[in-house]
């Protein structure tokens, strides 16, 4: 069975930094895309960034130049780097992974930014 479990989130400051990881366990052959979503309250979940296999990462408009996305295949991690945090970032961070051709969810972590 595959899990995707999460770690980094917390509390922090405007203009603060938090690294949120995601480590892949569990029978696996295979890692595709990997990437970050978010949710804050009321909202609908909206994917982050992502990460192909390769490496090439893409970002959505609002974290673009803020945020880095980095994976190390080797210990089936992805990382998501959190720069200049603004107080709209505050939001459960989900990881999800193609894994063995099948798409998982980790459980969350939540991240507060206050202003």
């Known amino acids: 069975q595959v899990q995707l479990v999460e770690s980094g989130g917390g509390l922090v400051q405007a203009g603060g930094s938090l690294t949120l990881s995601c480590v892949a366990s569990?029978?696996?052959?295979?890692?595709?895309?990997m990437a970050w979503y978010r949710q804050a309250p009321g909202k609908q979940r909206e994917l982050v960034a992502s990460?192909?296999?390769?490496?090439?990462?893409n970002y959505a408009d609002s974290v673009r130049g803020r945020f880095t996305i980095s994976r190390d295949n080797a210990k089936k991690t992805v990382y998501l780097q959190m720069n200049s945090l603004k107080p709209k970032d505050t939001a459960v961070y989900y990881c999800?992974?193609?894994?063995?051709?099948?798409?998982?969810w980790g459980q969350g972590t939540q991240v507060t930014v206050s202003s």
């Open positions: 569990g029978t696996i052959f295979s890692i595709y895309v």
């Open positions: 990460i192909s296999s390769g490496g090439t990462g």
């Open positions: 999800n992974a193609l894994i063995n051709f099948q798409s998982y």
